[in-house]
């Protein structure tokens, strides 16, 4: 079932997607990609190495491009609608694959659209969220950690990331009771450490990987 796919939004809204998926699939999950006006997309090479490890895991991946990207119809919407979207590609991979269990994960501005959507739909997927923004803006910032549903949570940050406060990350992650996991001398792209931070995600979607791969995956 590897390939192309299209997500609908509502009425007018439609979504450039794609599944990878491993000969026998044990769970799934939607990425949502770093922001649409600076290169975000769903082929970020972050993805791509995430996508890599967990088909090895039997995760069955969906990605997406949000609304004006790529093929994605629509225009950017500063964070409002893309909400919707990820609760669409949500809805979508459940329906393609009804028997298998899905979390959600997302990097930078996709990570703060996924949490969103947690508050917003009282949502108790597994979440995982790779250096999530934590501004003022009201469409871009974190939901209060009193507005999420009891779910495992995991928050990724690098160590010396340099558009998203380490500090105001951890803050939060300790508020919103979310696993937190640092990574030594990485900064807010993970350059060169793609599979360390792919181990992460598998952990954090409840995936089986040992204590000691985690604890190399931060070094």
Not at 63 to 88: C, K, P, Q, W, Y
Request: proline letters at 7%.
């Amino acid at each position: 079932m590897s390939g192309p796919a299209e997500i609908r939004v509502g009425a007018s809204i439609e979504l450039e997607a794609r599944w990878d998926v491993p000969d026998r699939p044990e769970r799934g999950v939607v990425l949502c990609h770093p922001h649409p006006l600076h290169r975000g997309t769903m082929h970020v090479p972050l993805f791509e190495a995430i996508t890599t490890d967990l088909l090895q895991r039997s995760v069955a991946v969906l990605r997406f491009n949000f609304r004006g990207v790529g093929r994605s119809t629509g225009s950017h919407d500063g964070g409002l609608g893309e909400i919707d979207d990820v609760a669409a590609a949500i809805e979508f991979a459940e329906a393609g694959f009804p028997d298998l269990s899905f979390g959600v994960a997302g990097w930078s501005f996709g990570a703060g659209a996924a949490l969103r959507w947690h508050a917003r739909d009282r949502s108790e997927h597994n979440y995982v969220g790779i250096a999530p923004g934590v501004g003022s803006d009201p469409l871009q910032r974190l939901p209060e950690p009193e507005s999420l549903q009891p779910a495992r949570r995991t928050i990724i940050i690098g160590e010396r990331d340099q558009l998203v406060s380490p500090q105001l990350i951890i803050d939060y992650a300790n508020r919103a009771r979310a696993t937190l996991q640092i990574l030594k001398g990485s900064d807010h792209v993970f350059y060169f450490r793609e599979q360390k931070v792919a181990c992460l995600v598998a952990a954090g979607l409840g995936l089986p990987v040992p204590a000691d791969e985690i604890e190399l995956a931060c070094q």
